[in-house]
């Protein structure tokens, strides 16, 4: 990886370009078409969004990557809620995917986290990426993902502690924050701002 590029937090003039970005990213990856970008757009709006937690990374003067955090809450089977924080989206423009900037944005931003006092994150994402970067399946940590049963091993429901110890003793269920579930239809009105692109359905697709 050229190490040249800059890391900064989202301002309101990026937002456009960003989702566009985000768009780019996600496109035919997990579906045909995606989502990411209108939950993007959403997700600024809601009370959980961490602006300061907003960050792009710039290259040439080009966005090329954006990631955001959310305040979020792991259920403890004690009856006491944990206060966490989850990620996402967070995307690479294709052309410079596979070259290290997408865990340089990561680690980046997880320091960030840990330096405003967050004591874990989790959410859905891929081990062979987020592993690099000490995430863990989190069933093995006692905690449990919304809608599966306790025994199962979530395999991309993920946690990392960025305050060690900071589950410890603790169990419980984490549920996504509803911000990160839209509506269909309003997706695809959102999408016609931007310009077209053709939805393929591609192996290794989960939906
Ligand atoms: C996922 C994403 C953010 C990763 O960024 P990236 O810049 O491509 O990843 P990096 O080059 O920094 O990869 C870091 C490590 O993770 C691994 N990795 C990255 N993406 C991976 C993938 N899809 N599958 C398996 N391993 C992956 C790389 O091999 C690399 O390890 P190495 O340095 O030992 O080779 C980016 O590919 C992307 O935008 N993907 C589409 C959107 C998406 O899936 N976002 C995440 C949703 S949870």
């Not at 579930?181 to 697709?205: I, M, N, Y």
Request: with cysteine; glycine share 10%; net charge negative.
């Amino acid at each position: 990886m050229n190490k040249e590029y800059l890391i900064r937090r989202e301002t309101e003039a990026d937002y456009r370009d960003n989702e566009n970005l985000i768009r780019e990213a996600f496109w035919n990856v997990y579906k045909p078409g995606c989502s990411e970008h209108y939950v993007m757009h959403t997700l600024r709006q809601n009370p959980a969004f961490i602006p300061e937690l907003d960050f792009v990374m710039e290259k040439d003067g080009k966005l090329i990557g954006q990631t955001m955090y959310m305040r979020a809450e792991i259920v403890g089977d004690d009856g006491q809620n944990i206060p966490i924080l989850t990620m996402g989206p967070i995307g690479i423009l294709p052309a410079y995917k596979r070259q290290g900037y997408g865990k340089a944005l990561l680690d980046y931003s997880l320091e960030k986290a840990k330096e405003m006092g967050a004591g874990a994150v989790c959410f859905e994402g891929n081990i062979d990426f987020y592993g690099k970067s000490g995430f863990v399946v989190a069933s093995t940590k006692g905690i449990h993902y919304h809608g599966e049963p306790r025994e199962a091993v979530v395999p991309y429901f993920l946690l990392k502690e960025l305050i060690p110890g900071y589950l410890d003793g603790v169990t419980g269920v984490y549920h996504t924050p509803q911000g990160y579930f839209v509506d269909d239809a309003e997706v695809e009105e959102f999408d016609k701002q931007f310009p077209p692109k053709e939805k393929l359905k591609l192996p290794g697709q989960l939906f």
